[in-house]
């Protein structure tokens, strides 16, 4: 079974400064999919940017980027100049790569992400 | 431009009710999630369904059951609410075979928060 972890259950940034998330998963699958959704106070669900296993390339996407290190099954978001609206959870989550029906997201236990002004 | 909604935002039943949550999808997905969010838990999936009449359960389906009629609306019930279902649901929805790699990932409804007393 797949486990994904995320260490940090809260954390907090200056605003305009950069800070890194941590994740870790486990799983004997080759191909999957990596995610990071946020959730801001309003609730919504929000996905931040999505990793293929397959690509050896870091996603980003602006001011959000991964750090991929599919050896060591890691999987870290680093927020770049990070503002205001920028405060929320943010939730790791892992796919496995078939597109079947059951292409089922298991998430972390999430960061909450404190910026201050 | 909402594509996954929730019927409710919040709820407070009471103890011994039964208790329907809706859930609809405007974009045509085969697949549908029903996630609860408990703080310092993350979201753990409860049941999913990938066609109309066709369920499977998560992993913490006790205590729910679901109903899927027709292909955009996904109903999570709760035959007799107890307080430990005081939480907040998350609804989702996918494609089964996405077209791309762009594709992979949910759709989120906002959340109901309910509170049994």
């Known amino acids: 079974a797949q486990t994904v972890t995320q260490s940090q259950p809260e954390m907090s940034v200056q605003e305009a400064e950069t800070v890194t998330l941590s994740c870790t998963y486990d799983?004997?699958?080759?191909?999957?999919?990596l995610f990071w959704y946020k959730q801001p106070p309003s609730r919504q669900m929000i996905l931040v940017i999505r990793?293929?296993?397959?690509?050896?390339q870091n996603a980003t996407e602006n001011r959000f980027s991964v750090n991929f290190q599919k050896a060591a099954k890691s999987f870290s978001l680093k927020i770049s100049d990070s503002q205001l609206g920028d405060t929320a959870m943010y939730f790791c989550a892992f796919m496995k790569h078939y597109g079947g029906a059951t292409n089922k997201l298991i998430f972390g236990t999430g960061t909450l992400l404190a910026v201050q002004p | 431009d909402v594509k996954v909604t929730q019927s409710s935002r919040y709820l407070v039943k009471r103890t011994g009710e039964k208790v329907f949550l809706e859930c609809v999808q405007d974009m045509d997905h085969e697949n549908m999630f029903w996630y609860r969010q408990d703080p310092g838990l993350g979201l753990r999936l409860i049941y999913f369904s990938y066609d109309v009449k066709m369920k499977e359960k998560g992993d913490i389906p006790e205590g729910y059951s679901v109903s899927r009629e027709k292909k955009e609306r996904f109903s999570l019930i709760l035959e007799s609410a107890s307080t430990n279902q005081t939480s907040m649901y998350l609804c989702?929805?996918?494609?089964?075979?996405?077209?791309?790699?762009?594709?992979?990932?949910?759709?989120f409804g906002s959340g109901t928060r309910l509170t049994v007393v």
């Open positions: 990793q293929e296993a397959y690509k050896q």
């Open positions: 989702a929805s996918s494609l089964s075979v996405p077209p791309t790699p762009l594709n992979y990932g949910y759709t």
């Open positions: 799983t004997s699958e080759s191909n999957y999919y």
